[in-house]
């Protein structure tokens, strides 16, 4: 942590090398986030460049609280999520989503795999607010449960039972899908 607080106040400094370091560091746990939270790759490669963006232009004012950079990061990330669907409840468009490139396999397990994802998609859309907050910070951005703690305000305790209780939650509306 003592490396990423260096990085921080050299970055706020003007250092563009240690802003890139930043950036390398925490391009893709960001990505992943915002890739889960709104389903669509090139909707969420657009507003992890705006997260990085608003970063450089706000780290002067960034103020080191013995918490990882990425928390804040995280937070202009969530930020970001919520101005999406803002717009996207002002606009009268459906969006398309955009599934991972799959290698090396067949057309029908690509296809299997497209279906998975956007099922899981759509029930993790069923959880609570809380519960998708803590399956996109722990799974796609690939926190640790203290650092989800801290993002979200809540003990380790509570980000467990709500981790546990999204993952129920999950099992049983995917089985429901897969019987339907």
Sequence with gaps: MQEEQSLVHQAQKCNQEAFAKLYEQNFDKIYRYISLKVGN???????????????LQSISSYKWKDVPFSAWLFRIAHNHVIDYYRKQSRQSTTPLYDYMAIDNCSTEKAIEDKEDI???????????????????????????????????????????????????????????????
């Design 118 to 180: 956007e099922k899981l998609l759509i029930a993790s859309k069923k959880l609570t607010p809380a519960q998708q907050e803590v399956i996109s910070l722990r799974f796609a951005g690939e926190l640790p449960i203290a650092e989800v703690a801290r993002i979200m305000g809540k003990t380790q305790g509570a980000v467990k039972a709500l981790q546990h209780s999204a993952i129920v939650a999950l099992r049983k509306l995917m089985m429901v899908e897969k019987n339907v």
């Design 41 to 55: 790759n090139t909707e969420a490669e657009d507003m992890t460049q705006q997260v990085f963006i608003k970063a």
